[in-house]
């Protein structure tokens, strides 16, 4: 049975920083490119980074490079997101997901989601 658990979310205040994590099982991790989206209140949910099978490679949404990283443990079956300087814009429900094929926008898991909140 596929699990992704997220976890890191909460309150932080404007220019601060969170690490969100998200471990995985049932599935072979190594073998999936994982992804980190996530949905603001009213608005559609919106990709925010993805990173590939090794690490090798990243991608970022245009609005997030230079403040948010993905990164990845393959031993640990996680992925992380590190998000610095965060704006109440950046507030939101997020959420990780896997997919076999890095060009894919059809992720086959998802994660449960967790908020995080940036507000003063």
């Known amino acids: 049975q596929v699990h992704l658990v997220v976890s890191g979310g909460g309150l932080v205040q404007p220019g601060g920083s969170l690490r969100l994590s998200c471990a995985a099982s049932?599935?072979?991790?190594?073998?999936?490119?994982m992804g980190w989206f996530r949905q603001a209140p009213g608005k559609e949910r919106e990709f925010v980074a993805r990173?590939?099978?090794?690490?090798?490679?990243?991608d970022y949404a245009d609005s997030l490079k230079g403040r948010f990283t993905i990164s990845r443990d393959n031993a640990k079956n996680t992925v992380y997101l590190q998000m610095n300087s965060l704006k109440p814009e950046d507030t939101a429900v997020y959420y990780c997901?896997?997919?076999?094929?890095?060009?894919?926008?059809?992720?086959?898991?998802w994660g449960q989601g967790t908020q995080v909140t940036v507000s003063s």
């Open positions: 997901a896997a997919v076999r094929n890095y060009g894919s926008s059809r992720y086959d898991y």
């Open positions: 049932g599935f072979p991790f190594s073998s999936y490119v």
């Open positions: 990173i590939s099978w090794r690490g090798g490679n990243a």
